[in-house]
């Protein structure tokens, strides 16, 4: 497996998981694919802003404790973002509120973006920045993900140039579909799309692919796309085909699905 340097920019958070759970853990689509790559053997880079407070203290040692290097972890004044979840009786989690705490309004520095410039490929979570990142990464040169279907602001969510544009469309085909369509059209050069208990699909308008899922009691979700584009970049970037990074994306949400939370860790009372 070829050691490649990962970066990954955008946000985090606390999940504090309602009775009957009853639990908090430092989650966050970016801080979750940070943690999975290093899990997976490659170097990998959090971006990306906490509070100085016990939460923000907490989600560094966490990212250290995982082998994820924080040299470019911002710690600002004021409160660590946190997201309250509950769940159905299937296991599925429902985000009951989100409070976006110092991610709201962080950007890289130029420190931080020279950096961006040296790693082998970027992926962007949840970001409020108008497309900032992605313009200036891919401008460097370097190859881009972004998960689109984690930001909810049309002034954040274009997808031209980006190597790579993940989204989710629930088991709703047609949508995907027309979702993969969208990406390539509007510029991106893969577009790769979860389908929930569906699996996933990927096109670059040329190959296309599909899978299923892979088996697995449920515990929790939370976490899972995050898993999977992990999974995927890990056998992607390297040079895998498009259905051996679905499987190795499929592979990994699947783990994650086994415990609570988007990466095992020690959990707090709420």
């Not at 606390?14 to 290093?38: E, K, T, W, Y």
């Not at 309250?84 to 973006?113: M, N, Q, W």
Request: hydrophobic share 40%; proline share 3%; aromatic share 6%.
């Amino acid at each position: 497996m070829s050691r490649l340097r990962f970066a990954v920019v955008g946000d985090n958070c606390v999940d504090r998981f309602q009775p009957p759970v009853g639990q908090s853990l430092i989650g966050g689509n970016a801080i979750n694919v940070a943690v999975q790559l290093a899990a997976l053997g490659h170097e990998a880079w959090y971006f990306g802003a906490v509070g100085r407070d016990t939460d923000g203290e907490r989600t560094r040692g966490l990212l250290v404790a995982n082998g994820v290097r924080v040299e470019h972890l911002q710690m600002r004044p004021g409160e660590t973002a946190y997201t309250i979840i509950e769940h159905t009786k299937t296991g599925d989690r429902i985000f009951a509120f989100e409070e976006f705490g110092v991610c709201r309004d962080y950007l890289p520095s130029e420190r931080d973006f020279t950096a961006l410039a040296g790693m082998d490929h970027v992926h962007i979570g949840w970001i409020a920045d108008g497309g900032l990142v992605r313009r200036r990464v891919t401008g460097s040169g370097v190859s881009v993900s972004q998960d689109v279907s984690v930001n909810n602001d049309a002034a954040h969510l274009g997808v031209d140039k980006l190597h790579i544009a993940f989204g989710s469309a629930g088991e709703d085909h047609e949508r995907a579909g027309r979702m993969m369509e969208g990406f390539l059209a509007d510029g991106a050069k893969l577009a790769v799309v979860t389908l929930g208990g569906d699996g996933s699909a990927a096109t670059d308008g040329k190959d296309h692919a599909e899978t299923g899922i892979t088996p697995v009691d449920v515990i929790d979700t939370t976490g899972a796309g995050d898993s999977f584009i992990a999974g995927f970049l890990h056998a992607y970037v390297p040079g895998g085909s498009l259905e051996e990074s679905l499987i190795s994306g499929r592979d990994c949400a699947a783990r994650t699905c086994g415990h609570v939370g988007g990466f095992p860790q020690e959990p707090q009372p709420l």
